[in-house]
T-cell receptor, first 121, second 110 residues
Framework: AQKITQTQPGMFVQEKEAVTLDCTYDTSDQSYGLFWYKQPSSGEMIFLIY??????QNATEGRYSLNFQKARKSANLVISASQLGDSAMYFC??????????????????FGKGTSLLVTP | ETGVTQTPRHLVMGMTNKKSLKCEQHLGHNAMYWYKQSAKKPLELMFV???????ENNSVPSRFSPECPNSSHLFLHLHTLQPEDSALYLC?????????FGPGTRLTVT
């Protein structure tokens, strides 16, 4: 079953404006973590921001902030003052403690399908 | 410079070939991962190594064979692949919560 849902396949935003990328998740774990990654056309996944399920404050990293609404199981990414270099795919991901039932493998990430963001001049 | 490197960056191979993808991390991390990213699909976790211990993923076909000789190196050996195996293969390492990704190998199976 899909655990991470990103409902926006593509988004447009004008330079210097703010944009919100949506992410909802499903888990029965009490302790979990939520991540946002950026993937430019070069392919590399770049870590942007992390939110732990017990963190009381919404995470912020520079122009990135995470709007964490635990009861709604949503973890939307807000990018303020968009720049042309922000054009990329953005992935929401959730940390799973045990990705495989027959192992003690440590943490792995479960990703959404991503949102393509295009920043226009 | 992310600290995680992957070679080659691009690979074209026939269905009868044998090739290997290499991942190297200089971050001192103890967990390493292989992910597959196909067009229009979420990243799929393939294998995890934690302190060099492999985790089996039964849904990964045996034509993909991982190897982790030490905590800094991770290989993915490929043989008799299918065209649907064409994808971007991403390696990652982890310490704590954050995973650090390499640039990926773009694989095309002809």
């Amino acid at each position: 079953a899909q655990k991470i849902t990103q409902t926006q396949p593509g988004m447009f935003v004008q330079e210097k404006e703010a944009v919100t990328l949506d992410c909802t998740y499903d888990t029965s774990d009490q302790s979990y973590g939520l991540f946002w990654y950026k993937q430019p056309s070069s392919g590399e996944m770049i870590f942007l921001i992390y939110q732990g399920s017990y963190d009381e404050q919404n995470a912020t990293e520079g122009r990135y902030s995470l709007n964490f609404q635990k009861a709604r199981k949503s973890a939307n990414l807000v990018i303020s003052a968009s720049q042309l270099g922000d054009s990329a795919m953005y992935f929401c991901a959730m940390r799973e403690a045990q990705p495989f039932s027959n192992s003690n493998s440590g943490y792995a990430l479960n990703f959404g399908k991503g949102t393509s963001l295009l920043v226009t001049p | 410079e992310t600290g995680v490197t992957q070679t080659p960056r691009h690979l074209v191979m026939g269905m009868t070939n044998k090739k290997s993808l290499k991942c190297e991390q200089h971050l001192g991390h103890n967990a390493m991962y292989w992910y597959k990213q196909s067009a229009k699909k979420p990243l799929e976790l393939m294998f995890v190594y934690n302190f060099k211990e492999q985790t089996e993923n039964n849904s990964v076909p045996s034509r993909f064979s991982p190897e982790c000789p030490n905590s800094s190196h991770l290989f993915l050996h490929l043989h008799t692949l299918q065209p649907e195996d064409s994808a971007l293969y991403l390696c990652a390492s982890r310490e704590g919560y954050e995973q650090y990704f390499g640039p990926g190998t773009r694989l095309t199976v002809t």
